[in-house]
């Protein structure tokens, strides 16, 4: 179903195609319904040119494409890597590494902002975000370690959590 900003452009460009490996809501960004409305030329990097500078593009990149660490036969999240907690699981869990992989790169995905929180984020944004940084770490680990090795899963427990492990 389209919405009425969609509808709008299909008027304007009838026979316009447009391809992406990932969709997401713009209406849910804050004020873009309400700019796209007023200018009909306004786009996603209108929107962002007004609320972000470049070294704010900069810096999201590592979120979308993170370093990982190899470790003991493992593959972790740079910013969550801890080696004394990574030999703990892998003790724990005698030697699984699948399930130390897992563990170890368990993450609520609320708290990658919990310093910058914004009270009307609803757990679809949450799950979106958790769905965009599933896409994009999986096309990493595809392309660092090779496809089918391992997954990113993102799911919903109470709260949304993303992880990585090998399949």
Request: net charge negative.
């Amino acid at each position: 179903m389209d919405t009425k900003l969609e509808e709008q452009d299909k008027m304007k460009y009838p026979n316009k195609i447009t391809k992406s490996l990932k969709t997401i809501s713009l209406e849910r960004l804050p004020g873009y319904k309400d700019y796209k409305e007023a200018n009909l030329d306004w786009t996603i990097g209108s929107y962002l040119n007004m609320k972000y500078n470049i070294l704010d593009a900069i810096s999201f990149f590592k979120l979308y494409f993170p370093n990982f660490i190899q470790y003991k036969d493992c593959i972790f999240l740079e910013d969550r890597f801890n080696s004394e907690i990574v030999d703990n699981w892998l003790q724990e869990f005698n030697d699984d590494l699948k399930r130390v992989e897992y563990m170890s790169n368990l993450y609520e995905v609320k708290d990658l902002f919990h310093i910058n929180w914004l009270e009307d984020v609803s757990s679809f944004d949450i799950k979106e975000l958790g769905d965009i940084l599933q896409f994009s770490w999986q096309l990493n680990l595809d392309k660092l370690f090779g496809e089918n090795i391992y997954q990113v899963d993102c799911f919903e427990e109470e709260e949304i959590y993303i992880t990585i492990s090998r399949k």
